[in-house]
């Protein structure tokens, strides 16, 4: 069961690839049992039958090192207030 469907989604994502610009494109595909893809200028392509699952994965894909940064500041300020 998809409760997530949203007719006729395409989406372009602009990212980065250690300073190199990349674009994604996301669309739905109906005659795939997975509906929702994306496929990377680098040639990184993704598939997901779930419309968020595709978005989050493009976003990640698109931003690696920004997410990556985010994380660690993440775990860091978990680890800061478990320490008081
Ligand atoms: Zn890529």
Redesign the pocket.
């Known amino acids: 069961m998809d409760r997530h469907t949203v007719e006729g989604w395409t989406c372009t994502y602009h990212?980065l690839?250690d300073g190199t610009k990349?674009t994604?494109k996301a669309a739905r595909d109906d005659t795939h049992p997975e509906r929702y893809g994306w496929t990377?200028?680098?040639?990184?392509s993704h598939r997901s039958s779930s419309y968020y699952d595709c978005d989050r994965s493009a976003l990640r894909?698109?931003y690696p090192t920004l997410l990556d940064r985010l994380r660690q500041w993440a775990a860091r300020q978990f680890r800061t207030r478990r320490a008081r």
């Open positions: 990212g690839h990349v994604i990377c200028t680098c040639g990184v894909h698109a």
